[in-house]
């Protein structure tokens, strides 16, 4: 077997988090993360992707396989590990590389809280990694809405799924609903104070260079992390509070490629916003250039932050 590349080394010995509460009991949850029948129903991600087999033999010593099907049958792979430990109902505990997942299972009357960590690869960045166990979690919750019978969106850490959708060859929408009013949101992504508490992902620190928040004003933050500096930089075309923001973006390792962004907020009743941002490009391969980047996995970060940042605001305002 050939040896995975480093590609982040700054990513070794690592780890992220992802916790979500499922409306469905312990042990049926417990069973869909060791059981091979409910493993082929979830355990995969990326828009077309399958899980044609598992295998599981969940004791310590134990091995696990998952194959994994790609869109054009052409990037099918088989996932291999080890069970560490197992306590059933509690705690599964496997290795892929030497590098462990750690899933604990807690009982919240009928509902079920569960908490994934995951020992970074240095192969892939850490966006892409957590964006890939999102899509699996995601994936879980609707398959155990089949199970249970109960509809709607299950109740989570970090809320509502992200949907991103290509309306044409130049442009990428993402569409978010948050447990908060429109007037906060707006707010909170309007003034710098706030911005590095939630934009980018989790692994890096956001520096705001300038936010000047008018229209024709300029911004510039810039991205900290182990693997080095990153910046991105664009103007304000239009602003219309609470309801609509428009910007260009430009990522200063590419210059040259700009993007204009245009983010429309909805207020969806109930105390809810809708978040809908399109983002146009020049071309086809500057839009797809974005998609490769792993810019997905990296506004699931954001928008998760974004929501635990609402949700503090909200408790502290009390």
């Known amino acids: 077997m050939t040896a995975a590349s480093e590609n982040y080394p700054g990513q ?12 469905a009991p312990r042990r049926l949850v417990f069973d869909a993360f060791i059981k091979p ?13 399958k899980t044609p087999f598992a295998e599981t033999d969940p004791r310590p010593g134990g091995k696990l396989r998952i194959g994994y099907g790609s869109p054009d049958g052409k990037e099918d792979f088989v996932l291999e590990g080890t069970y560490r430990e197992v306590r059933a109902p509690e705690l599964i505990v496997y290795v892929i590389d030497d590098r462990p997942v750690e899933v604990t299972f807690e009982e919240l009357g009928a509902k079920t809280r569960v908490t994934v960590e995951v020992t970074l690869e240095t192969e892939y960045h850490e966006d892409v990694q957590r964006g890939g166990w999102t899509e699996h979690i995601d994936n879980l919750a609707t398959y155990l809405a089949t199970k249970t019978g109960k509809g709607g969106t299950p109740e989570m850490t970090t809320t509502t799924k992200l949907d991103l959708t290509t309306p044409s060859d130049t442009e990428i929408r993402m569409t978010r609903e948050f447990n908060a009013p429109r007037e906060l949101v707006f707010r909170v992504m309007s ?14 620190t956001t520096i705001v260079d300038k936010m000047d928040f008018r229209v024709g004003g300029k911004w510039r933050f810039v991205h900290k992390s182990p693997d080095g500096d990153t910046a991105f930089r664009g103007e304000y075309k239009e602003i219309v509070p609470p309801e609509r923001v428009v910007m260009t973006f430009e990522w200063e390792g590419l ?7 245009t983010m429309v907020l909805d207020d969806i009743g109930g105390g809810r916003t809708r978040i809908t941002a399109t983002s146009r490009f020049a071309n086809k391969e500057d839009r797809d250039g974005m998609l490769q980047s792993g810019m997905e996995s990296g506004a699931r970060d954001l928008y998760d932050r974004l929501e635990e940042l609402l949700a503090a605001l909200q408790k502290g305002a009390r």
């Not at 070794?12 to 409306?23: A, L, N, Q, V, Y």
């Not at 210059?255 to 962004?261: A, E, F, K, Q």
């Open 12 to 23: 070794k010995g690592r780890s992220f988090t992802i916790t979500r509460t499922f409306d």
């Open 191 to 204: 003034d710098p104070k706030h911005i590095p508490s939630y934009w980018g992902p989790r692994n890096t």
């Open 255 to 261: 210059l040259g490629h700009i993007s204009t962004d």
């Open 37 to 49: 029948e409910h493993l082929v129903h979830w355990h995969h991600a990326g828009e077309g992707w």
